[in-house]
């Protein structure tokens, strides 16, 4: 018998997606990805998504600040022991955490997780690496040699930030690094310290913009003598006496230390050979997201910039009847949780709908 609905991804969209799809008697089947996969982990597109991979989350809703040890009793009431152990580094040990603050990305993933576990979601350790959408029911194959029929699919693989690929950049990830202002950019480590942004668009203009709430400087490095950002936000933030350009340079390395993260940061220019060495306390890179949409090798229609494309306003239909999408691999605009948390809802009631329609449910 084929699946009713395969879900494709484990970020806010996917498990938010399997909850809706759960309580509506679908008995979804997740594709979370492995962890231990080496391209996953090469990409930075490991099980439970871009928030797995973060600190602390302040603007997801119904997560304000909260004392460390209620926030571990409560992982430890809320998950079974193997996924408790997961968080355990939070809360026992000698990096555990203490006082009030918002809950970690990890956490959070794992309680969408186990919310959709409660109401009956079957999950699959296993990426999806090939899809069959000309035959219906659909055909996933996995990474690990398995196919699954399915009358619908929802996918959800998100997309991944893109970074500038240096090993220093790499070593300070989570510890000054941050590819999300929105994200990151409270945190007390870039309170009134020097930051730098990387990125001559929107995001980078409007991420600089927002950093200089909380720093003492924003330094936004493009690669070029022109922004490529809208007029109206050039402006605003070329007016802000916060920021200052560095046109026509390019970051060459990120320098800190273990215990106190980035310290600076050199760049070079990309017309001469000058560089120069920034204090710095962190450093934001803004510089675009890529889709995780390999794997379909053509089998939807995607937009100019890669993502999948919605085919109806204001509905998660994709190119294919019966396959819907959801979260950042449809969304190269807001690129935020609980936008993605939303489209997840929006394609699994879409999903029903559809399947109830077809007579499938
Ligand atoms: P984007 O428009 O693709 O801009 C990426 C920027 O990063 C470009 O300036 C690019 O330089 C630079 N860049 C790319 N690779 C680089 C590298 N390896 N090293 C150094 N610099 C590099 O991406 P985005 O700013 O994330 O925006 C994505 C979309 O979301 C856009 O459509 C944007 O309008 C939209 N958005 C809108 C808002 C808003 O309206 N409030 C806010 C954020 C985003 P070049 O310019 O030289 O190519």
Known sequence: MPEKVVIIGSGPAGWTAAIYAARANLQPLVYEGSATWDQNRVNGTTPLGQLNLTTEVENFPGWPFVDSAALAQFSRSAL???????????????????????????????????????????IVTDDIVKVDFKKHPFVLHSREGESVESQAVIVATGARANYLGLPSEDKYKNNGVSACAVCDGALPRFKN??????????????????????????????????????????????????????WNRVVDEVIGTEADGVTSVRLKSTVDDRTE??????????????????????????????????????????????????????????????????????????????LAEKGYH
């Open 193 to 246: 310290k020097p930051l730098v942004v990387v990125g001559g668009g929107d995001s980078a203009v409007e991420e600089g913009t927002y950093l200089t709430k909380f720093a003492s400087t924003v330094y936004l490095v493009h690669r070029r003598d022109e922004l490529r950002a809208s007029k109206i936000m050039q402006d605003r933030a070329l007016s802000n006496p916060k920021i200052t350009m560095k």
């Open 80 to 122: 079974p022991d193997d996924r408790y152990g997961n968080l355990a580094h939070f809360h026992s040990g000698k990096r555990a955490h203490t006082g009030k603050r918002a809950a970690f990305g990890p956490e959070l993933m794992e309680f969408m997780r186990q919310q959709a576990v409660n109401f009956g979601t079957r």
């Open 277 to 354: 060495e920034l204090d710095a306390g962190g450093m934001f890179v803004a510089i675009g997201h890529t889709p995780n949409t390999d794997f379909l090798e053509g089998a939807l229609a995607l937009d100019d910039k890669g993502f999948i494309k919605w085919t109806r306003p204001q509905r998660c239909w994709t190119s294919v009847e019966g396959v819907f999408s959801a979260g950042d691999v449809s969304d190269s605009y807001y690129k935020q949780a609980v936008t993605a948390a939303g489209t997840g809802c929006m394609a699994a009631l879409d999903a029903e709908r559809w």
